[in-house]
């Protein structure tokens, strides 16, 4: 016998759980449906998430009106500096959040904490049901429902949210065109100590190698990203954690004094991948089962939180929110496509900006860096990412808690 709901979520990592606790006070029945047992592997489907995430304002208030951000507070490192330098190169570019009447810039948040207080606050919800480990292996959409297959009894509902990942099942099954550009770069990622400090303070570096980003961590550590060609990143993992201290060093130089007490490493290869619909027969794609950005922006969470916002606003506008679901996901989609197209279009063009060995060009990045700090409107620009509302009603998106009218 098929179980049935209102709205099946698949995948549980930080989009698919998210919106599970956005939609838990709505009159919908939920299912939230992972492939991986509970608490063995994160989403990253790695034992560890040693990533430290980037949160704008607008992602901050998305959590507090859900009630998540009071587990994540005492976490939490309000960024109120951004510092951007090119090494080898003459100039420098300090964003300050003072500058913009704003009290910080964004927050950085371990990930581990952030699946946490997801997870449990998901817990105290009793709309949800959690389906897991259940592995979606087929899909049929009807003009009533969406039925899903695996290994268990089917599972039935109204409405659809594929949170299935960059490789997302459920694109792929629908036929979906994606648009892919492979970037033949890898992150690495860890955390490192270092012997001075610069509070709230996070630091871009462009280094001969690939952009280098610092991130201050509760436990005064730093986070690091590294963006390396695959084939340099694959030589960076294999080296000792001397050696590899040693190149992060001097690919950094000592703003930070002395690195030391590298824990682990861990290498995520990156891709731009862009799902051409959001939307189809009962079915609506979120984070990066619609689009997987480069990390370069720190955008791919907060651009799918801003769609989650959009998403709940539309699905608690009444508790028929459920009839015409086709009509109201496209409205969803048009909603949306102006902030997804120029996101992905930013963070492309800031990865190919940073990354380039075109000789002109990273003159250029040099003399603009040094150009930059004295031109406000790119600040301006930055300030608008990290605040990230867009000019959107939606209620989340205003710190305020959703109810269904
Ligand atoms: C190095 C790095 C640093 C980053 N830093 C930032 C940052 O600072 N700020 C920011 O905003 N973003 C950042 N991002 C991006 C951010 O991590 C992603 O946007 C976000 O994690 C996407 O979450 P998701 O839930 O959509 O996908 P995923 O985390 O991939 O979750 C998908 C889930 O679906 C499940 N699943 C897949 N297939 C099935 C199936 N068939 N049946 C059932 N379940 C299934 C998987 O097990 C998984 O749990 C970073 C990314 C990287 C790689």
């Not at 009159?27 to 991986?36: K, Q």
């Not at 651009?303 to 929110?321: G, K, P, V």
Request: net charge positive; charged share 20%.
């Amino acid at each position: 016998m098929p179980r049935n709901y209102d709205i099946a979520i698949v995948g549980g990592g930080f989009v698919g759980s998210t919106l599970a606790c956005a939609l838990a006070a709505s009159t919908h029945r939920i299912a939230l449906i992972e492939r991986n047992p509970v608490s063995t592997k994160n989403s990253t489907g790695r034992d560890q998430d040693e990533r430290n995430i980037a949160l704008t304002c607008a992602s901050k208030m998305i959590f507090e009106a859900l009630g998540v951000w009071e587990q994540l507070d005492e976490y939490s490192v309000p960024i109120e500096k951004i510092h951007i330098s090119d090494q080898g190169r003459f100039g420098a570019m300090r964003v300050d959040c003072r500058n913009h009447e704003a009290d910080s810039l964004g927050y950085l948040v371990p990930a581990e904490r952030l699946t946490q207080a997801i997870q449990s606050h998901m817990r105290h919800h009793k709309h949800v049901k959690r389906i897991q480990p259940y592995r979606v292996s087929n899909i049929q959409s009807h003009e009533d429902k969406v039925t899903l297959y695996g290994e268990g009894a089917p599972i039935e509902a109204k409405l659809l949210i594929a949170a299935d990942g960059t490789h997302s099942f459920i694109r792929n099954a629908l036929g979906i065109p994606v648009e892919k550009k492979p970037y033949c770069q890898t992150a690495i990622i860890g955390n490192i100590g270092v012997t001075d400090h610069h509070p709230y303070t996070a630091f871009v570096r462009f280094t001969e190698q690939g952009p280098l980003v610092l991130l201050p961590r509760v436990d005064n550590c730093y986070g690091f990203v590294w963006t390396l060609e695959d084939g340099v990143a694959q030589k960076h993992m294999a080296l000792s954690e001397y050696e590899f201290l040693r190149q992060l060093q001097s690919a950094f130089g000592h703003r930070l004094g002395y690195f030391a007490r590298l824990r682990k490493r861990f290498s995520y290869p990156l891709s731009l991948q862009v799902s051409q619909r959001l939307v189809q027969q009962r079915t609506v794609l979120v984070g990066n089962a619609a689009q997987t950005l480069h990390p370069v922006a720190a955008q791919g969470l907060n651009l799918a939180l801003r769609d989650i916002a959009e998403l709940c606003e539309i699905l608690y506008a009444s508790q028929d929110a459920l009839d015409g679901v086709n009509d109201k996901l496209r409205v969803y989609e048009s909603r949306r496509q102006p902030d997804i197209e120029g996101t992905v279009h930013l963070t492309d063009r800031l990865n190919y900006l940073f990354t380039t060995n075109n000789p002109v060009l990273a003159r250029v990045r040099g003399v603009g860096l040094a150009l930059l700090g004295a031109i406000p409107v790119l600040e301006q620009r930055i300030m608008q990412q990290s605040s990230g509302a867009f000019g959107s009603t939606a209620r989340l998106l205003q710190g305020k808690a959703l109810q269904t009218s």
